[in-house]
């Protein structure tokens, strides 16, 4: 048995996709053209390395391995985020077996707080078992200002905070990918018992309890763009063609208007969901259509 994190579909692989062929513009076209100091890659979400795909019975390779895997030669820094304990040792585990490093995992007792972490020099990458919530605005708060970052928020359910993405717009010199959760706030915001974890996630309480996907997406991204220097925020809903029960979005926020024009044509590709079959090592699409 698997003991990655499981409950991955099609869409989990569309949007690893995504993530991947961003990297590839961001740290080749762009690194051209923009003048930056130290480039680090923070993900607040960083499961256990791959995602086991229950369906398939095979695990694909997640965010962090894949930034690591092919831009640990551009990216400066890594600082990788997992809260559940037993992810984290599957995650320092799985990327000292793939990538040959070594892995100093101990706990850390800072202001109180205590979390382990897992420490490696070459690539430096550090993996804090924390919640990134946290973790993200200390770093935010005590890190130099000069390195630019970019940030994939990757969370199942309502586990990300509006407030920390308004900690990251108010440092600035981010770009950021976030799989906003559409089909778990359209739920949570029909069940009074959630509405907690839907404000947390907004901002705010202004939100219908009752809209379509379409329009929770809407409203997520125009309070993300009264923050004008990210104007316009872009968003990809992502289905799987086979499953359409769940969806999110995935939401990309940048102040530079060629990244924005990259992620554009790369979210809106025509063969997204067929690279996203070849993930799955298998081709043809003839299952889904
Ligand atoms: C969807 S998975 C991440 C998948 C990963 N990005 C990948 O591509 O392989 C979400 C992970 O976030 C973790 N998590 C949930 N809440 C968190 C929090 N507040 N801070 C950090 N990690 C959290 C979960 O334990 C889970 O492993």
Not at 43 to 52: E, L
Not at 113 to 142: H, K, T, W
Not at 266 to 289: H, V
Request: aromatic share 12%; hydrophobic share 35%; glycine share 6%.
């Amino acid at each position: 048995m698997s003991n990655h994190f499981s409950g991955g579909d099609l869409k989990t692989a569309a949007k690893l996709v995504i993530l991947e062929e961003y990297l590839d513009v961001y740290t080749t076209i762009l690194d051209t053209h923009w003048e930056w100091g130290d480039l680090w890659y923070v993900d607040t979400h960083s499961g256990t390395g791959k995602t086991h795909i229950d369906e398939k019975g095979i695990d694909i390779d997640g965010s962090a391995i894949r930034a690591i895997e092919d831009y640990s030669g551009f990216f400066d820094r890594f600082y990788l985020y997992e809260l559940n304990e037993e992810h984290f040792h599957t995650l320092h585990q799985t990327l000292s077996e793939i990538f040959d490093l070594s892995f100093d995992v101990s706990p850390v007792d800072t202001n109180g707080e205590d979390f382990l972490v897992a420490r490696c020099d070459d690539p430096y990458i550090r993996i804090m078992q924390m919640d990134s919530n946290q973790g993200v605005s200390f770093l935010a708060d005590n890190a130099n200002s000069t390195s630019h970052w970019f940030t994939f928020i990757d969370p199942k359910g309502l586990t990300a905070k509006r407030s920390t993405l308004d900690t990251l717009l108010d440092r600035g010199n981010v770009d950021i990918l976030l799989n906003y959760q559409t089909t778990g706030v359209m739920r949570s915001a029909a069940a009074e018992h959630a509405h907690g974890a839907v404000r947390r996630t907004m901002g705010d309480d202004d939100w219908p309890e009752a809209a379509s996907r379409e329009e929770y997406a809407e409203i997520y991204k125009q309070k993300l763009e009264e923050n004008r220097d990210i104007r316009p925020v872009l968003t990809k809903g992502l289905e799987s063609p086979d499953d359409r029960r769940c969806r999110f979005d995935l939401v990309f926020a940048c102040t530079n208007d060629g990244a924005r024009n990259a992620m554009e044509s790369i979210m809106d590709q025509d063969t997204l969901w067929e690279k996203a079959q070849d993930e799955f090592g298998q081709s043809g699409l003839s299952d889904f259509f």
